[in-house]
């Protein structure tokens, strides 16, 4: 919120009293169709010194932008992951041996479908908010509700044709609001329904490696001593690389890792191991 109100400061003093003159509203409004890369075409810079400013301008914005976003996506995806860390914690505090599996495979399913529905109900609510911009915006000349319906999905989309933008200052003033939080909504719609593919895709691999039958040859990788014994932690590293849960590189440096530890390579840690390391 600091760097977006620094950025729309930055904007006035530059648009407002340097360059073009704008009006404060046409300024911040610029510089929110700027750095949501929405770019409608219908307010630019006149002067060459304005275009100029505008270059470097432009490329902090959308800098900005992206640091932003990576932000907020990773405390979203905080919160998820601690929101269903708790639920599964009770879950299993109150399911039997037997049960806790298909329950917690239940929930999850549930948990991640009410999740997409209250981002498509986020989204469907900011698309609404700008059907009501377009109508009252007497810049828009518009009599067709599926003109203000197109002109929020491109809107949403960041792609901002420019045959629809508001031009009236309370219009103006109201997009300064409401697009960064359509584009935000909108991203991170898009983003459950990949994340929400790409688990899917992943949970039918996982079902479908724990189903398939062992063969000697898988015997033969897993063994890496070579004594003629799977022990359970080759069984398992070989798993999750098999299963793309973790990569071989990283099972390397942890074995190296280990090795350094084990000072007498006796295959396991001890104090004496640590006090030498």
Known sequence: MIAIALYLSVAVMAFSFVFDHWTIVDSMYFAVVTFTTIGYGDLTPDTYAGRIFTCIFALSG????????????????????????????????HATPTSTFGCLSRFTVSLQCWRL?????????????????????????TTKWGDGLYYAIITACTVGYGDFAPSSQAGRALAIVFIPLAVGAMGHFLSIVANWMIEGRQQRFHKHMQAKELTMQDLEVMDEDGDGKVTRAEFMEFMLVAMNAIDQSLIDELRDHFRHLDQDNSGSLSRQDLIAA
């Open 62 to 93: 959308v800098a900005c932008l992206g640091i932003a976003l990576g932000v907020i996506g990773n405390h979203i995806i905080e919160a998820q992951e601690t929101a269903v860390s708790q639920t599964s914690a009770l879950a299993k505090a």
């Open 117 to 141: 529905l209250w981002e498509l109900v986020v989204v469907l609510a900011l698309v609404s908010f700008f059907v009501a911009l377009v109508a009252s915006d007497p810049g828009i000349d």
